[in-house]
């Protein structure tokens, strides 16, 4: 075995799910940003039901798209596009933060700093609409540097299980597959 490949959610990551009412308080800010005059209501619904439509498409497809174009087909494909384009990633982080708050496993710093520290070679590849988030993240906990390689599905285009997205990993760390 020459690296350690970590997915994200639910492996080094957990995420509590909020409540209606803030769920509902963070998409009127997200209607605020756009200056839309919309009941809140309708809007949460569009977005929601916007969302579990591309979520089926992605996971049938095992295709991922960027948060520009995300926003753009999906989500609000009816506003315009030079609206939507310059906040796309700034919509999409406060639409995944209404969702749920993500939290790092308490034992997951000690866990990757041990093995980082024995040599291992890690990487990380994780199924993901954000290309923001997860860097973020390993940034606050100081855990950047152990990772190789960050293979984020909203960046390459391809979602797990694919297998495409693993290869680019090995491909990127010049680590033999079955390794």
Do not use: H
């Amino acid at each position: 075995m020459e690296a350690i490949l970590f997915d994200m959610g639910g492996t080094l990551r957990s995420t509590a799910k909020k409540s209606r009412a803030e769920k509902m308080q963070a998409v009127g800010k997200i209607l605020e940003l756009l200056g839309a005059d919309l009941p809140l209501e309708t809007f949460y619904r569009l977005l929601k039901d916007r969302a579990r439509a591309y979520k089926r498409w992605a996971e049938e497809t095992m295709v991922e798209l960027n948060e520009q174009d995300l926003w753009m087909r999906w989500m609000l494909p009816d506003w315009p596009a030079e609206k939507i384009a310059p906040l796309a990633i700034q919509l999409n982080q406060m639409y995944r933060d209404a969702l749920g708050t993500r939290t790092l496993f308490p034992e997951t710093s000690e866990v990757l700093l041990t093995l980082y520290r024995r040599g291992y070679r890690l990487g990380l590849v994780s199924n993901t609409t954000s290309s923001v988030e997860v860097p973020a993240a390993l940034r606050e906990m100081q855990l950047t540097g152990c990772f190789e390689v960050v293979i984020l599905s909203t960046q390459v285009g391809k979602r797990k299980p694919d297998p495409s997205i693993l290869l680019e990993a090995a491909t990127r760390m010049g680590i033999a597959p079955q390794n």
